[in-house]
């Protein structure tokens, strides 16, 4: 891997050559403690500062169901929100189609959706994660009218 740094004097960059490994321990060599108080600091103030954008955003999924935030990355969202909700009814299990399925099938069938959609949050460019999530959207598709509790 190759790193250049340029300082005010030099035309060129200066090349520095280090391997992946040195690149890792550099960087987990313990910090000194003001520099770590400083981040710290910084991180705190951020959140104070975002505290009023947190409402708004909470203020927009109470009347719209999603937030101007969640819309930056919406298929995230939607995988995150639907798979806890599967999972739900998979816990509670009161109905179940009524087209052959048995009620273990169902909530088979329903782990099945839920671990497709959280595939592609956990290990979203896999091609395992996207043959997962492919099985679980036909599942979504086909009992998308059957999932009510």
């Given at each position: 891997?190759?790193?250049?740094?340029?300082?005010?004097?030099?035309?060129?960059?200066?090349?520095?050559?280090?391997?992946?490994?040195?690149?890792?321990?550099?960087?987990?060599?313990?910090?000194?403690w003001y520099k770590e108080t400083w981040w710290w600091l910084c991180r705190k103030v951020r959140a104070i500062r975002s505290i009023p954008r947190r409402i708004g955003?909470?203020?927009?999924?109470?009347?719209?169901?999603?937030?101007?935030?969640?819309?930056?990355?919406?298929?995230?969202?939607?995988?995150?929100?639907?798979?806890?909700?599967?999972?739900?009814?998979?816990?509670?299990?009161?109905?179940?189609?009524?087209?052959?399925?048995?009620?273990?099938?169902?909530?088979?069938?329903?782990?099945?959706?839920?671990?497709?959609?959280?595939?592609?949050?956990?290990?979203?460019?896999?091609?395992?994660?996207?043959?997962?999530?492919?099985?679980?959207?036909?599942?979504?598709?086909?009992?998308?009218?059957?999932?009510?509790?």
């Open positions: 891997m190759h790193l250049a740094f340029w300082t005010k004097d030099d035309a060129e960059p200066e090349q520095v050559h280090w391997s992946m490994d040195e690149l890792f321990y550099d960087l987990m060599q313990p910090k000194p955003w909470f203020w927009q999924r109470g009347r719209r169901g999603y937030s101007d935030a969640d819309t930056w990355s919406f298929d995230h969202y939607l995988s995150v929100v639907i798979a806890g909700g599967v999972r739900q009814l998979a816990e509670r299990n009161f109905s179940y189609p009524c087209d052959g399925i048995t009620a273990e099938e169902w909530k088979e069938v329903l782990h099945k959706i839920a671990d497709g959609l959280e595939s592609t949050v956990t290990h979203p460019y896999t091609d395992s994660a996207y043959e997962q999530w492919e099985e679980s959207m036909d599942l979504f598709r086909r009992y998308y009218f059957d999932l009510w509790d």
